[in-house]
T-cell receptor
Framework: GAVVSQHPSWVICKSGTSVKIECRSL??????MFWYRQFPKQSLMLMAT?????????EQGVEKDKFLINHASLTLSTLTVTSAHPEDSSFYIC?????????????FGQGTRLTVV | GQQLNQSPQSMFIQEGEDVSMNCTSS?????WLWYKQDPGEGPVLLIA?????ELTSNGRLTAQFGITRKDSFLNISASIPSDVGIYFC????????????FGKGTLLTVNP
């Protein structure tokens, strides 16, 4: 199957700093990528849809200025958590859909564990 | 956001047993997907279903897309210890820009 790589796998940062998470599609092009947040023992909650070459579409309740998304190429989307606070600590997961496929399923990265201290 | 109704929430079974889990929705989906997530990892796609009534197998896994398009089930036969994990259903609607709506997950524990 298609491979989606997320980096870093885990990160610890101080309150008030910003953290960038990368999501790459390794063997396919993705015009659309998705960013999710997952709390312990809970399901995945969609934060935003990242569209190549245009602005991201955020879900209701997600702060655009706090979670900056950039999708500058067909294989890379980045999520930047700005001015991080302890409540931003979570598991962040991206997914991507193969733009060249008729199939609609998305493939997920391995996730990034963010801990804000 | 909306979530699918997935049940059971958790299951404890003996190795070799079969297990079944399902998802229901109050509205129609055009695609149903089943994922497995191991601790600290991203979900891995198990089975994708695209047609109402479709029954698809992947090894010991079998999933069906309900006729009404409002439900789907996943069966695992002859469970083994490595089946342990959280299983999520996800639905996708046409025209939603491929957005997925997830169930709350089923935590499966297999006792050797």
């Amino acid at each position: 199957g298609a491979v989606v790589s997320q980096h870093p796998s885990w990160v610890i940062c101080k309150s008030g700093t910003s953290v960038k998470i990368e999501c790459r599609s390794l063997d396919f092009q993705a015009t659309t990528m998705f960013w999710y947040r997952q709390f312990p023992k809970q399901s995945l909650m969609l934060m935003a849809t990242s569209n190549e070459g245009s602005k991201a579409t955020y879900e209701q309740g997600v702060e655009k200025d706090k979670f900056l998304i950039n999708h500058a190429s067909l294989t890379l989307s980045t999520l930047t958590v700005t001015s991080a606070h302890p409540e931003d600590s979570s598991f962040y997961i991206c997914s991507a859909r193969d733009a060249g496929s008729f199939d609609t399923e998305a493939f997920f990265g391995q996730g990034t564990r963010l801990t804000v201290v | 956001g909306q979530q699918l109704n997935q049940s059971p929430q958790s299951m404890f079974i003996q190795e070799g047993e079969d297990v079944s889990m399902n998802c229901t929705s109050s509205s129609i989906f055009n695609t149903w997907l089943w994922y497995k997530q191991d601790p600290g990892e991203g979900p891995v796609l198990l089975i994708a279903l695209y047609k109402a009534g479709e029954l698809t197998s992947n090894g010991r896994l079998t999933a069906q897309f309900g006729i009404t398009r409002k439900d789907s089930f996943l069966n695992i036969s002859a469970s083994i210890p490595s089946d342990v994990g959280i299983y999520f259903c996800a639905g996708q609607r046409r025209g939603s820009n491929y957005k997925l709506t997830f169930g709350k997950g089923t935590l499966l524990t297999v006792n050797p």
